[in-house]
């Protein structure tokens, strides 16, 4: 079964200094933070910005390709948790027919919000997030993991708010 999601927001994370990409299922009971690198935040803080640059990005590009097939995007989900590691599928349907296409969650987010489609997480995933954690990370990482499901609207500022 898969949750739909909504990017909530993007932060840095005060331990690692890296971003995190926040989301949020769309009744507000689940949170699902994914660390992403610096170059994918940015790709997806621009779409959230609505900063258009002077020559596509690479994410613009593979909008640019897909809708030049006539390849719609139908939704991505991020549908697997191996070592800490997510996976995400972009979903395809070109004439009447479906596919996959194998992406990096953060990939995949930011081409969900040049498409304007839907963001899935596998339940499982979900699930596996929250008790790998708990047994895998540090306190400090557990505390910021806290934090994280305590955010608010408010907390995540204006700046990135979606």
């Given at each position: 079964?898969?949750v739909?999601?909504k990017?909530?927001g993007?932060?840095m994370d005060?331990?690692t200094?890296?971003?995190?990409?926040?989301?949020?299922?769309?009744?507000g009971?689940a949170?699902?933070?994914?660390?992403?690198?610096?170059y994918?935040?940015?790709a997806?803080a621009?779409?959230i910005e609505k900063?258009?640059?002077?020559?596509?990005?690479?994410?613009?590009l593979?909008?640019n390709?897909?809708?030049g097939?006539e390849?719609?995007v139908q939704?991505?989900?991020v549908?697997d948790?191996k070592?800490?590691?997510?996976?995400a599928?972009?979903?395809?349907e070109?004439?009447?027919q479906m596919m996959?296409?194998?992406?990096r969650?953060?990939?995949?987010?930011?081409?969900a919000?040049?498409?304007d489609c839907?963001?899935?997480?596998?339940?499982l995933?979900?699930?596996?997030?929250k008790?790998s954690s708990?047994?895998?990370?540090?306190?400090?990482s557990?505390q910021l993991?806290?934090?994280?499901e305590?955010?608010s609207?408010?907390d995540?500022?204006s700046r990135?708010?979606?």
């Amino acid at each position: 079964m898969e949750v739909e999601m909504k990017i909530r927001g993007l932060m840095m994370d005060p331990v690692t200094n890296m971003p995190i990409v926040v989301l949020k299922d769309v009744q507000g009971q689940a949170i699902l933070p994914i660390w992403v690198g610096v170059y994918e935040a940015n790709a997806i803080a621009l779409e959230i910005e609505k900063v258009h640059t002077p020559r596509p990005m690479t994410h613009d590009l593979l909008k640019n390709v897909l809708m030049g097939l006539e390849v719609r995007v139908q939704k991505i989900v991020v549908n697997d948790l191996k070592d800490d590691t997510f996976y995400a599928l972009i979903w395809v349907e070109r004439d009447g027919q479906m596919m996959t296409i194998d992406s990096r969650p953060s990939d995949a987010l930011a081409l969900a919000l040049r498409m304007d489609c839907p963001i899935y997480v596998d339940e499982l995933v979900l699930k596996n997030s929250k008790v790998s954690s708990a047994f895998t990370e540090k306190n400090t990482s557990e505390q910021l993991r806290n934090w994280l499901e305590g955010l608010s609207d408010e907390d995540l500022g204006s700046r990135y708010k979606m």
